[in-house]
């Protein structure tokens, strides 16, 4: 059983760009979680994708968008770059319904420059 | 409402002595207080978590205790190690969101 992997890495972007994040999650769970970690705060929620739509959203703009495949991998889009979006961007999934479920992968660094 | 306040903002402890990182929320309808633990370069990894009907649990030397009607909640860490040191999270969640709303963090370093 392979948990929840991210990809790239590390990231670099120039401000105005667009940048696309993307996550497998650990097999068997079909519901994925994006959450950002700016530097020494704590992880703050996106939005989740359940059956290849949204279905929850916390306080982010639109230029921030996602996608879950079939195989319930998934991908963050961010639009338009700012600098305030260098973060930690992590992946959750989940089984849903499951309420002790999360499981991380170790994320993406955006660095926006 | 929706915020869940930790402290302290970081902590040090000597190796074999018992780490305590507090977290308060006002928001009534959380039903679901897990903990987590990450390393540098690493994602939050679950620790232990408890449900509001529970006073308290204890998982190894890791112990939550849930007090209501104070909704407040806290992490016991006994006889701590160096292994520990790592950034600790509290969050909760509500039944009906499947977000979590995370705490600020806490920098524990166990001194050997």
């Known amino acids: 059983e392979t948990g929840v992997t991210q990809s790239p890495t590390h990231l670099i972007k120039t401000r105005g760009q667009q940048v696309t994040l993307r996550c497998s999650s650990q097999?068997?769970?079909?519901?994925v979680s994006w959450y950002q970690q700016a530097l020494g705060q704590g992880p703050q929620f996106i939005f989740q994708?359940?059956?290849?739509?949204?279905?929850g959203r916390g306080n982010f703009p639109p230029r921030f968008s996602g996608l879950q495949f079939p195989n319930y991998s998934s991908e963050l889009n961010v639009n338009a770059l700012e600098l305030d979006d260098s973060a930690l961007y992590l992946c959750?999934?989940?089984?849903?319904?499951?309420?002790?479920?999360?499981?991380f992968g170790s994320g993406t660094r955006l660095t926006v420059v | 409402q929706q915020q869940v306040k930790q402290s302290p903002q970081s902590l040090i402890v000597q190796k074999g002595g018992i780490s305590i990182i507090n977290c308060a929320y006002e928001?009534?309808?959380?039903?679901?207080f897990p903990w987590y633990q990450q390393f540098p370069g690493k994602g939050p990894a679950l620790l232990i978590a408890?449900?509001?009907?529970?006073s308290e649990k204890k998982e190894g030397r890791f112990t939550i205790s849930f007090n209501k009607s104070a909704k407040q909640f806290s992490l016991h860490i006994m006889d701590s190690q160096p292994g520990d040191s790592a950034t600790y999270f509290c969050?909760?969640?509500?039944?009906?969101?499947?977000?979590?709303?995370f705490g600020s963090g806490t920098r524990l370093l166990v001194r050997p």
């Open positions: 959750a999934s989940s089984i849903s319904g499951v309420t002790y479920g999360y499981t």
């Open positions: 097999s068997g769970h079909n519901t």
């Open positions: 969050a909760a969640r509500m039944d009906s969101s499947y977000k979590l709303i």
């Open positions: 994708y359940y059956r290849e739509e949204e279905n």
């Open positions: 928001n009534t309808a959380f039903d679901y």
């Open positions: 408890i449900r509001p009907d529970v």
